[in-house]
């Protein structure tokens, strides 16, 4: 009778042992959404935003991920 035996290695390893790389999502970090008016600015580029939709039509366009909230 065979025994089988899970190991977890990197995409480093599969590659080296001619194995393909598993295609995953990559990691996703979430989003917090504060409550009210606020302003939010580009960490890579300090462009001020006012509103989700702003920062998203940003996102898509230079692909910059990181925002912080601006404080008064």
Same mark, same amino acid.
């Given at each position: 009778?065979?025994? !089988? ?9 599969? !590659? %080296? !042992? /001619?194995?393909?790389?598993?295609? /995953?999502? /990559? ?5 917090? +959404? ?8 580009? +960490? @890579?580029?300090? @462009?001020?935003?006012?509103?989700? %939709? ?6 898509? @366009? ?5 925002? @912080?909230?601006? !404080?008064?």
């Amino acid at each position: 009778m065979e025994s !089988l035996m899970t190991i977890k290695m990197t995409n480093a390893e599969a !590659l %080296a !042992l /001619g194995m393909p790389a598993p295609q /995953g999502k /990559g990691r996703r970090t979430p989003r917090a +959404v504060a409550s009210g008016p606020y302003a939010t600015a580009c +960490v @890579e580029c300090a @462009e001020v935003f006012f509103s989700r %939709a702003a920062e998203d039509r940003h996102f898509a @366009e230079t692909r910059h991920p990181r925002y @912080e909230l601006v !404080l008064a």
